[in-house]
């Protein structure tokens, strides 16, 4: 079923193939230096970049620039007490900024935080304050197609290890990433979210979920936890969220928004600490960062991402593409998660060590193809990490149609066909902190 039609369109080009070959070259083989209007097709991710609808335009005009006590701001309250359950809310410039604010509220040094997989913003957040950030994936998270319904799930006995060697007492905090953006987008059930809860209480600490695809996890949970399947994704959400203390937004994800993010919770000694350091680094708690513009943007979004329609349609567009890939036999991580197709570049290029970066290797090679980005999430990524060689397609929302994935099938196909002649890739320039190297290094072929 088709959801939307268009209200405003865009040009886009597909430069020639000396222009792209030329532009990487430029590039220095890194994406993320390419200029936007060279690519065709933009997959780099779907934060921030898919179409607003026409209430949401509308709701731009609606926006009120008070500093304090704006009823903008008001309006966002209500969205976050009707979609997510929680009274109080600090909006921030987007989800990096209210993690900034929480989780600067809570930890301290030496801490240790155990999450079932930190995204890369929450993981330097925690590092900045001095605590360590533990991954807790279940077993066969990393497993390219284990069949298993929710491969995001946090491992609650993975999470007790950490904590039994460290104490309780230096444990303030446990968080729940969903869906599980670095484990391939792959949800987390709501079973799962009471046992952690549990946990949480079993230690005395505090619970976050970070809740930037909650929409999407709770298209999953319908689908795929019993005792839901006949719930609205809407209620769904509210039900998992209860089981948080707080959360941290990215109004860029399910926010369905260009910019924003907050800190929500039901807890009012936390609202009143998170207050003092909103001001500190974002701005007066009714604005935080953000404009009252896009503020009301942001409200009508969220209520938006829990539609049907809405949901439905996002899930199968990312599904589409991945059953696309799937049937021309190029090898990706299944079941698709929520946002993103990932390919396995490590069974594209097996002739290529790691250190030789096959996962860059077939970014670049989507690009001179087709005029597709993507990004690497694989060893240019994270260095000195065993995870998979894999390269994500991220689907933005609302912004391409079954033409654009015909025409990244055919890219990937061909990239696919030509798997055996590729060279790989070494760094010709290195930044000084490593985990942040594939935003700006610059590479450069290693010819046999
Ligand atoms: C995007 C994201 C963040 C950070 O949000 P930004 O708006 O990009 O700052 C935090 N956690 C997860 C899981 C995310 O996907």
Redesign the pocket.
Known sequence: MVAYKSKAVERIRLPGRDERERALEEAGYNVFALAADDVYIDLLTD??TGAMSDEQWAALHRGDESYAGSPSFERLESAVADVMGFPYVIPAH????A?NVLYGSILSEGDVVPNNTH?D??RAHVANQGAEAVDCPIEGAHDLSAAESFKGNFSVERAREAVSEVGAENVPLVIS?ITN?STAGQPVSIENTRRVRAFADEIDATFVI?A??FAENAFFVREREDEYAEMSVADIAREQLEYADAV?M????DGLANTG?FVATRDEALFERCKSRAILYEGFPTYGGMAGRDIEAMAVGLREAVTDAYIEDRIEQVRTLGSMLEEADIPTYTPVGGHAVYLDAGSFYPHLDSSEFPGQVLVCELYREGGVRGVELGSFAFPDSDRPELVRLAIPRRTYHQEHFEHVLETVKRAYENRDTVDGLRLATEPEIPELRHFTAELEPVSR
């Open positions: 934060s921030g987007q989800g990096r900024g993690e995204f913003t929450t990433t953006n970070d930037c695809r941290v990215s109004g860029k994800k993010g």
